[in-house]
C-alpha cells in the first residue's frame, strides 16, 4: 500500500472552512486503487492552522493516475482561490509520500 499526505499550512481560523470542502468528493472515490481518506487538524497550533490530506493507496501507480486524472484537475482547479471574491487562505503546502511498510486494523 502507498499513502500521500497534503498538509495545508492555513491562515488562522479557516482550517473548518477548509475541511468542510472535503465533505463533497470530486470524484477521487472512482479512482482505481483509490482505499482510503482522513482529512485532520493539527491541534493546538498559535498562529496558523494545519489541515493534513492523506490518502491511502493500493499503489503508487493508483496516486499517479489520480494526479493525471480529469477528477483531480477538476477537484483542484480552484483551490488557490476557491470563493472570486476572496484570496486563498492556502499559506503554503508540502506532499509527502509513503510506502506503508505494515498496518493494523481492527477490521482490516
Avoid at 503508487?60 to 483542484?76: G, I, P, R, T
Wanted: net charge negative.
Amino acid at each position: 500500500m502507498f499513502m500521500a499526505e497534503n498538509c495545508l499550512t492555513l491562515e488562522k481560523g479557516s482550517a473548518n472552512e477548509t475541511v468542510e470542502r472535503f465533505y463533497n468528493r470530486q470524484g477521487i472515490e472512482n479512482i482505481q486503487g483509490f482505499k482510503d481518506m482522513f482529512v485532520t487538524t493539527t491541534n493546538n497550533l498559535k498562529d496558523f492552522d494545519e489541515v493534513k490530506i492523506l490518502t491511502i493507496w493500493e499503489s503508487e501507480q493508483s496516486f499517479k493516475d489520480w494526479l493525471q486524472s480529469d477528477e483531480f484537475k477538476e477537484a483542484h482547479k480552484n483551490v488557490r482561490q476557491h470563493k472570486e471574491d476572496s484570496a486563498s487562505p492556502i499559506l503554503q503546502n508540502s506532499v509527502s509520500t509513503y510506502s506503508i511498510a505494515y498496518h493494523y486494523g481492527k477490521n482490516a
